[in-house]
């Protein structure tokens, strides 16, 4: 199967709205919540925590089976727990299972937001052995749970910064060169080439060897390998 990352310079993995024109040096993930118009090209498929309280229905379960036999619709997500926004963490987990178990079904990887909830969501990736990759997109932790989250399996998708602290420093230069992406996440006024240049200088490589380790990345995660 054709790679969608033949041509890809610069891989934005998650955004929530085609923003770029067509360009072949950049390519956009878009996560698409159900059942909200979005532009894009390449994209997930998912019920958003904030956002809903209700499981996959029959019918919406067909519609997701439908999204994923698309070749430009490259998994599930963004899906997960936030203990800080949306329904009671009860109601996240159940609507997160239901769109695992599809995951797990058709073996399919997804994309996780995860805010104060990693510890229930390492418990719940045990019950799903079949989805080939996880990541947790968004993340702005310390460089000790992405450690403890890349052992478990997961990928990680650095949150945009304005400010470089000490402590984005210590994270991106502590993440394996084969485990991470980098994302815009549609932060305005963040452009992902800007964040390609900022992270090759902090782990101290070529922007042209960051690139291609992403891009082999995106390529091994999403089963283009």
Known sequence: MDSPFQKTTYLDFHNHKKRRKLNEIITEITSVHYG???EYELFTIGKHPWWTTEELSPEEVAY?????SQKNCLGIGEVGL???NGPELLIQRKVLESQLKLANELQKPVIIHCVRAFDTLLKIKKDFPKIPNWCVHGFSRHAI???QLIHQGFYIS???VREVTNKYISLLK???EDRFFLETDSMPNI???DIYLQASKIREVSQETL???LVKNAEKFFGYE
């Open 174 to 176: 502590s993440l394996p």
């Open 191 to 193: 452009k992902i080439e």
């Open 82 to 84: 936030d203990k800080l």
């Open 145 to 147: 749970l992405a450690e």
């Open 36 to 38: 909200k118009n979005t």
């Open 211 to 213: 690139q291609k380790q």
């Open 64 to 68: 997701f089976k439908g999204c994923l």
């Open 158 to 160: 650095l949150m945009p």
